[in-house]
């Protein structure tokens, strides 16, 4: 489990998140929200580790990770996206998959070809369990930047998943696309908390509350409410802030 405590990030004299408590709790499809500037983002950046809190400790499964680089946040297991996505737009889709592998390539792997080319299968075949199971089986071969935005976003998904991570941080992962799309990423996501955790930003309430197990809300860079979606809805305070 994710702990955020009592965490504060300032820019330039400015409070982005003040005193901000909450877990990500395993296995569950956590929905951070709150209005613009509220710190959502902020927070993802630092439990992602590209970002460090001023003040307050950031744990998982009880290991300190505040400092933490992003590469050793990568390395036990936690995931992000970012809300434009990140594609190598000359790659296919497939290509773009294997970039996201967890593939060793260490100089020992290079010295046993045969042992690097059983991870590269490896790799592949997982790529195109991804893929299909995302509806997008048939696209391994297409370029990037051929792809719809509703793909686009799937693809972000989808490469995430590559990294088998233990928890997954979505920013916005729905902007932008039509609603049908939209809650064919959220119902994959429903499928997939079974296995892993999702702490989710997302503005696009009427798709995301639905798939949603609990609701951190955001105001001001505090957090005002943590409950299940339709306790939230009924929150006074999160009325008052944000809905």
Do not use: C
Not at 28 to 54: E, Q, R, Y
Not at 178 to 203: D, N
Request: net charge negative; no cysteine; hydrophobic share 45%.
């Amino acid at each position: 489990m994710i702990q955020i405590s009592d965490v504060t990030k300032s820019f330039g004299g400015n409070k982005a998140v003040d005193g901000a408590t909450f877990d990500v709790e395993p296995n569950k499809v956590n929905l951070l929200i709150g209005a613009n500037g509220s710190g959502k983002t902020t927070i993802i950046n630092m439990i992602s580790g590209l970002l460090h809190p001023d003040s307050g400790s950031i744990t998982d499964e009880g290991a300190d990770i505040t400092h933490y680089t992003p590469d050793r946040i990568y390395h036990r297991g936690i995931m992000r996206t970012f809300q434009t996505p990140r594609l190598f737009a000359e790659l296919s889709v497939m290509e773009n998959m294997l970039m996201a592998a967890k593939i060793d390539e260490s100089f020992r792997h290079a010295l046993l070809p045969s042992k690097w080319s059983a991870a590269q299968r490896e790799a592949r075949k997982k790529a195109t369990e991804i893929l299909e199971s995302l509806g997008m089986g048939e696209l391994g071969g297409s370029l990037a930047y051929n792809l719809s935005g509703g793909q686009i976003k799937l693809l972000e998904l989808a490469k995430g998943l590559m990294a088998r991570p233990r928890t997954i941080l979505l920013d916005e992962p729905i902007a932008g696309i039509a609603p049908a799309l939209a809650h064919k990423i959220f119902k994959t996501i429903r499928g997939l908390a079974a296995s892993m955790t999702f702490l989710i930003v997302e503005h696009r309430l009427d798709i995301a509350l639905g798939y949603s197990d609990r609701v951190i809300v955001l105001d001001d860079g505090r957090v005002i409410a943590v409950d299940a979606p339709d306790h939230v809805l009924s929150n006074e305070k999160v009325v008052e802030s944000y809905l």
